[in-house]
């Protein structure tokens, strides 16, 4: 029976071999690379987002999704690699990623807010996701839909994603997207959910008793999924890991 | 140091001859100018045995029963290609001195071409075979090689002054009062300018007479500048019936894409700008005369890695194509590559891994033809205090390993998502603070704000700015809360938001 099951098998995957090389054949679990954030608090928590795999940045406005969008862009850059940004709705600042220290010309930025004739700009970063993709050579490919609306952003077809993981997992980039809720399903390796949990103001105050500067704000960032253990597993919905993010003009 | 000038008597006359050898047989005379004052500028050996000289008039040359053409610059420019083509297959240090006159560095040559008599031998060959005349001659200067080339007829060697003592005074493109004034002093040869007493001369014509009795005694008064290298290959193609489909353009420009690219691997050479030119055939009136940018369609391509990839560039010109088409069918087509020296990058087994450079342009068209030109690249900040200072530049990632090192550590800093353009809110101030804010169909109180920030400037010219700028904090009737930037127009007196602290 079990030569007869290999039989088939083999033949199975000669049918497919130009499609699907190995269909049938187990591949082990290689160990992957991560990127640090660079935040102490964090990277004592969350492994970092893994090399050839599609991570997942959710949660709502100010939840810290750019911030860590931006550390995560600083550490790819300041040693040297390419990082790429697909910006579905033009919301990136270089300012800000100047003051976190990403090297700009180091970071491609691709803009789809600009309206089309014909594509949404939602079809127009998956699109140029694609294209960067396929083309390779990236250490970070970024696709930023946090201002979309998750009712769109849940119309994005699951092909798209399962594209996406099977395109970065054989190369050395990482695919992150920054959204407000998962949307990628089981093709996302990891999913790290934020929140913003309280904001500074400065306690110094003008004379009418007003709070002065925005200086910081809290974050709780938790890992509630992860396919990839690293080391001892541990349950997903467990690692998490609080942090404290400055103001640039806080010092 | 040793150095060959190659000179090409009647240069005009033979930029003809190159092309249509059949008229060597009959007497021709040039003509130039403007109508109807058209002058004899040369004429060959035949037209000169009927009377003809230069400077005489049309009519007057037509008269003795010559053949009249008019000069063309077209020719003269493409013979002189062929001259520079054929003296920088010798040498790589060649100066351009004049259309006719080309001298050449011949320095440490020796092992590839022989002594230099046999190297001006060859130099007079080979120019033999693209059908020119030339006088050759070989000096230790580059001065006394172009009076020998220009005295001497075929291949001269000038080893010392006095080979060229015999030569006539105006080869030193005297001015006429300078050759009318040496004249009269009975001064007819080199060789006489050159006995002179140089004290005496300078008193007499000055530093221009030093300089002259200089040339005349076989020293060097102009420096050797080797002309830097522009190689340029250049293809054409006219086609039989106007193309008006991608298709089969794409067809005809991949040929000649080929044998350029071609062309760059032979010289070991590669590109990183391609223009291409089409001759255009737009629908006419009886008539009516279009203008040349209707007849004629031009674009570049730049790469900032060089390429010989036949590929690419045809993608590259495709997507540019698709992104300008042309206003009308295509009648001709021609392609110019300027070459330069390929880049090797000699990778590192630790460098970071790096996108393509060759593949990259092809990425960033293809990623502009899908959202814009204007929407793809590196972010560049500008040198001002204006909000949402930068511009969109040319995607060239820093690829040197050397600047790849972490130089210092980054802190993390609050991150600002930018609305692209700012979203316009209903925003209720009183004294200063902002209460309450409302955009996008929900409200929220503001529970925490900094206080305003005041922001002028540019207001000298059509970007100037003016503004209040607050941060807060804001809850909204879910219980949810975010920070905005939001800001009020001085000039509009209109609430906006900026962006969110993400």
């Known amino acids: ?251 | 140091m040793l150095f060959v000038t190659i000179f090409v008597p009647k240069f005009s006359l033979q930029a003809l001859f190159i092309k249509r050898p059949e008229l060597q047989s009959e007497p021709i005379a040039l003509v130039d100018g403007t109508p109807p004052m058209l002058k004899v500028i040369a004429a060959n050996e035949r037209a000169c045995k009927l009377g003809v000289e230069i400077g005489l008039m049309k009519a007057q040359a037509e008269a003795v029963g010559v053949h009249i053409i008019q000069r063309s610059v077209e020719l003269e420019d493409a013979a002189h290609v062929l001259l520079l083509g054929c003296a920088r297959s010798f040498s790589p240090r060649v100066q351009d001195k004049a259309i006719d006159l080309i001298v050449l560095d011949i320095d440490g040559l020796k092992s590839l071409f022989g002594p230099p008599e046999q190297i001006a031998a060859k130099i007079h060959s080979s120019l033999l075979r693209e059908r020119f005349t030339v006088n050759v001659a070989v000096a230790g200067n580059p001065d006394s090689a172009t009076i020998g080339a220009r005295g001497y007829e075929g291949v001269s060697i000038i080893s010392d002054a006095a080979q060229i003592s015999r030569l006539p005074l105006p080869l030193l493109d005297l001015s006429s009062a300078q050759l009318e004034t040496l004249n009269l002093w009975g001064i007819t040869t080199l060789g006489g300018l050159a006995s002179l007493d140089p004290k005496a001369l300078s008193q007499r014509l000055g530093h221009e007479g030093v300089q002259l009795q200089k040339l005349a005694r076989g020293q060097q008064i102009t420096p050797f500048v080797a002309d830097e290298e522009q190689i340029e290959f250049h293809e054409r193609s006219e086609l039989e019936y106007s193309i008006d489909l991608l298709d089969s353009l794409s067809f005809v420009l991949s040929s000649l894409l080929e044998r350029i690219c071609a062309k760059l691997k032979d010289h070991s050479l590669a590109t990183n700008e391609v223009d291409y030119e089409f001759a255009l055939d737009p629908p006419r009136i009886a008539g009516q005369d279009l203008p040349e940018e209707q007849l004629a369609y031009r674009r570049t391509i730049k790469l900032p890695n060089p390429t010989t990839d036949r590929t690419l560039l045809l993608r590259l010109i495709q997507l540019d194509l698709q992104a300008h088409p042309p206003g009308a069918a295509i009648q001709k087509i021609s392609a110019r590559a300027h070459a330069v020296r390929p880049r090797h990058i000699q990778q590192g087994l630790f460098a970071p891994h790096t996108p393509d450079p060759g593949k990259l342009e092809l990425l960033t068209a293809r990623l502009a033809d899908l959202v814009g030109k204007h929407e793809v690249g590196s972010l560049e900040l500008l040198d001002t205090h204006r909000p949402r200072a930068f511009v969109m530049a040319r995607f060239e990632p820093e690829t040197d390993p050397a600047t790849s090192t972490r130089s210092r550590s980054w802190p993390s800093r609050v991150g600002l998502r930018l609305f692209d353009p700012a979203k316009r809110a209903n925003i209720r101030i009183r004294s200063d603070v902002p209460l309450r804010l409302s955009f996008d169909g929900k409200s929220g109180d503001v529970i925490q704000h900094s206080p305003p920030w005041l922001a002028s400037g540019d207001w000298w010219n059509e970007m100037g700015y003016d503004r209040k700028e607050w941060d807060v904090e804001v809850q909204f009737a879910d219980g949810t809360k975010a920070k905005y930037r939001i800001f009020l127009d001085l000039f509009t007196n209109q609430p906006f938001i900026d962006g969110s602290y993400d």
Request: net charge positive; proline share 6%.
């Open chain 1, 1 to 251: 029976m079990s030569s007869q099951a290999s039989i088939l098998r083999t033949q199975i995957e000669a049918v497919l071999a130009n499609r699907i090389p190995g269909a049938l054949t187990f591949r082990p679990a290689i160990e992957t690379e991560t990127i640090s954030f660079g935040i102490p608090e964090l990277d004592q928590q969350l492994v970092g987002i893994l090399r050839g795999c599609l991570t997942e940045i959710c949660g709502p406005a100010s939840s810290g999704r750019t911030t860590l969008m931006l550390a995560a862009m600083r550490e790819v850059t300041q040693r040297g690699e390419c990082c790429a940004l697909v910006d579905a709705s033009s919301a990136f600042d270089p300012h800000s990623g100047a003051a976190n220290g990403v090297k700009l010309k180091n970071l491609l930025v691709v803009r789809c807010a600009a309206p089309h004739f014909k594509l949404t700009p939602v079809d127009k970063a998956l699109h140029a996701v694609d294209m960067i993709v396929s083309h390779g050579g990236f250490g970070l490919i970024v696709l930023d839909l946090g201002d979309i609306k998750p009712q769109l952003a849940q119309k994005i077809p699951l092909h798209h994603w399962y594209r996406f993981r099977r395109a970065v997992e054989s190369t050395n980039s990482c695919l992150v997207v920054i959204e407000q809720h998962p949307f990628a399903k089981s093709c996302s390796a990891q999913v790290i959910s934020l929140q913003s949990c309280d904001s500074e103001w400065a306690t110094a105050r003008d004379q009418i008793g007003r709070p002065k500067l925005l200086t910081g704000i809290r974050y709780v960032a938790e890992v509630t999924r992860s396919r990839i253990a690293l080391g001892q597993r541990k349950p997903p919905g467990c690692v998490g890991a609080q942090f404290r993010i400055a103001t640039p003009w806080a010092g």
